[in-house]
């Protein structure tokens, strides 16, 4: 079934969407010649906001943990480009380690290891889970939510290579986003580690990777001839931050005073009538914990006791001490009245699948990503690598390639802050 989509299909979106098919050539050109000058990460997922006036990213996650909520449909794409991927990271392997988080509870998480393994497998490579976790200490079968069994084994470490009984691989997945740190099993590994530590949440930052995205943006606008702010969030940073403490919230409240004045010029200029607001989050770390929505100074001036427990500590316990303020971007598509966003994709460079993340409790201003979310697959009737360019600019096909073209900006900004980011550079 192809659950009924309905989007604001007005303003500068439609139009971008038209220019987009228009430049799709020049697009796909210059996306092939930055590939040959960057290495993209195996793989990544991208959190998607479609505001009608406005398409942008609002987080890139490069331990994507939502295989399992892609349309089944689109697993040749994904076979196939797991195969390039691995190819380029090790020719000739036949044996690939999976070690995935530690928080073997939450059977979702589960079902999505047992879906990227099998992507995996079906690319020819024989592949194992290994766990990290102090709790698996000895080969473990574990049920997901929908009755499938996965096999996790305690990882060993033998000189400089991880290994399990009778299995040594040629390179170790990561599905693992070390919100807890880089532990020492996993450091000096002759073994090529995919993606690198450095792509963890212990050191990897999101204002680092907004920095490239602006640069990516802005060459990309510049290519296409708009105003990159259609597909750009601006943001702003906080450091040194302690809500227990109320210490530095008044940086807090002026970054927040000067984002929401610079939107509101930008607003005024395209005529969108809707309130300005910033999205307050932990600059390391995920799951949608250490969020918040702000429309005024005040509003972070103003936290109760409940407010600052919430923003103070983020995935594994870990304190928030920065946090990036971000623009708010509304979401105007809704699944069956409930608000949705678009999560796409991608593995090497490739759009390989996507989904809704939907909310029946939450507002076109809010965090999705929270309990109470599921998600829908996105209902491509096509690949969004081929638009319909004789089409209308809002068919299926070409609204997901504009969602493929803005997920692989930010895929591209992400190689480049990886590169930059590499302490061996």
Not at 9 to 35: A, C, D, V, Y
Not at 78 to 83: G, L, N, P, T
């Amino acid at each position: 079934m192809v659950p009924h989509l309905t989007t604001a299909l007005n303003g500068p979106l439609l139009t971008l969407e038209k220019r987009l098919l228009e430049s799709m050539p020049r697009i796909e050109h210059w996306f092939r010649t930055q590939w040959l000058e960057n290495s993209a990460p195996f793989y990544a997922s991208v959190d998607l906001r479609n505001a009608g006036f406005k398409l942008a990213p609002v987080d890139t996650n490069l331990f994507p943990g939502g295989f399992n909520n892609l349309n089944p449909d689109f697993l040749p794409l994904c076979i196939q480009a797991a195969m390039i991927a691995v190819e380029k990271i090790c020719p000739e392997a036949r044996r690939l380690l999976v070690i995935p988080e530690n928080h073997t509870r939450n059977t979702f998480y589960l079902r999505n290891i047992y879906a990227l393994t099998h992507i995996l497998r079906q690319a020819g490579l024989e592949v194992r889970i290994g766990s990290i976790s102090p709790e698996i200490t000895a080969p473990t079968f574990l049920e997901t939510h929908d009755g499938n069994t996965i096999l996790l084994e305690p990882v060993k470490r033998k000189g400089n290579r991880l290994v399990l009984d009778d299995f040594d691989s040629c390179a170790v997945l990561l599905n693992n986003d070390l919100s807890s740190g880089i532990p020492d099993i996993l450091q000096n590994l002759e073994q090529s580690i995919i993606p690198p530590l450095h792509a963890g949440w212990a050191t990897r930052r999101k204002s680092q990777h907004f920095a490239a995205y602006n640069r990516v943006v802005k060459e990309f606008a510049q290519l296409i001839d708009i105003d990159e702010w259609l597909l750009n969030p601006y943001f702003e940073t906080c450091g040194e931050i302690d809500f227990h403490a109320r210490t530095g919230e008044e940086c807090l409240a002026a970054k927040v005073e000067e984002l929401l004045g610079k939107i509101r010029l930008k607003y005024a200029e395209y005529g969108v009538t809707q309130e300005p607001f910033v999205i307050v989050k932990a600059d390391a770390g995920t799951y949608g914990m250490g969020i918040m929505t702000v429309k005024s100074p005040d509003d972070v001036r103003d936290l109760n006791r409940k407010q600052r427990n919430k923003m103070s500590v983020v995935k594994e316990g870990l304190q928030v001490s920065e946090v990036i303020i971000q623009e708010g971007v509304y979401t105007f598509e809704h699944l069956n009245d409930a608000v949705a966003e678009p999560v796409i994709y991608m593995m090497d460079h490739f759009v390989v699948g996507g989904f809704y993340r939907v909310h029946t409790s939450r507002g076109a201003d809010e965090n999705l990503n929270a309990p109470g979310m599921h998600f829908e697959p996105l209902a491509f009737e096509t690949p969004c690598s081929t638009p319909d360019c004789a089409g209308a600019p809002d068919a299926v096909p070409n609204r997901f390639y504009a969602y493929g073209v803005v997920a692989r900006l930010a895929l591209l900004a992400a190689a480049i802050e990886l590169q930059e980011s590499d302490p061996e550079n």
